[in-house]
């Protein structure tokens, strides 16, 4: 697609349940990010993928959060047993092929999930 | 660890004022620098970047120099519309560091009355 696509864009959830939010990259992105924004914060980074395989997760904040790329495009990351402090927008982003660590590469980000948990 | 520190907001401007939003930084390794901008209802767009120590990124009458000096990269523009009102993030990207990865400031909210 022209952009990154995230879906849902709102997510209203209970706390305790199961949520996850899915990301549609640039075409022919092959590195795409996960970030978390608070409200009134920056984004905060959670995870990077180069291709199929987690390059860095260091972000995530705990066990209950995971993120897969099978084919190497669609993303999705997943919450469990979600907590009132999950309550964020979850901003996912792509880029073209040489990841973080090469500097021509503009990171473009689509208009995030916003997840609140009641 | 990186880190980046700007401003805090809000930030409110008469249409066609100059607008300085100050953004300083600590990172280990040689970042690039940039600003994001938010439009209300919008995703992060990227606004400009410097890749280099004395580097100027500049677009839509947006422009801030890269400053290992004083490791800043203040934003500034020059006359600002109505249509500029948004939050503007400042961020880092250290290859020596934080792998890679944005690291961005918490935002300054401006907003231009006309």
């Known amino acids: 697609g022209a952009g990154v696509s995230q879906t849902p864009s709102n997510k209203v959830t209970e706390k305790g349940k199961y949520v996850e939010l899915r990301c549609d990259p640039i075409?022919?992105?092959?590195?795409l990010y996960w970030y978390r924004q608070s409200l009134g914060q920056g984004p905060e980074f959670l995870i990077y993928?180069?291709?199929?395989?987690?390059?860095?997760d260091s972000g995530l904040p705990n066990d209950r959060f995971f993120a897969v790329r099978p084919e190497g495009s669609v993303s999705t990351l997943k919450i469990q047993r979600t907590e009132r402090g999950d309550s964020a927008v979850y901003l996912c982003?792509?880029?073209?092929?040489?990841?973080?660590?090469?500097?021509?590469?503009?990171?473009?980000f689509g208009e995030g999930s916003w997840l609140t948990v009641v | 660890g990186d880190s980046v520190t700007q401003m805090e907001g809000p930030v409110t401007l008469s249409e066609e004022a100059f607008l300085t939003i100050n953004c300083t930084y600590t990172?280990?390794?040689?970042?690039?620098l940039f600003w994001y901008v938010q439009y209300p209802g919008e995703g992060l767009q990227l606004l400009l970047k410097?890749?280099?120590?004395?580097d100027k990124g500049s677009n839509k009458g947006f422009e801030a120099t890269y400053r290992k000096e004083t490791t800043s990269f203040h934003l500034e523009k020059g006359s600002v519309q109505v249509s500029d009102s948004a939050v503007y993030f400042c961020?880092?990207?250290?290859?020596?560091?934080?792998?890679?990865?944005?690291?961005f400031g918490k935002g300054t909210k401006l907003s231009v009355k006309p």
């Open positions: 982003a792509s880029s073209q092929g040489g990841g973080p660590n090469y500097s021509g590469n503009t990171i473009y």
């Open positions: 075409s022919g992105h092959t590195a």
């Open positions: 993928f180069q291709g199929t395989g987690a390059a860095d």
């Open positions: 990172a280990t390794g040689y970042p690039s």
């Open positions: 410097a890749t280099k120590a004395d």
């Open positions: 961020a880092l990207r250290d290859y020596g560091g934080s792998q890679g990865n944005l690291i």
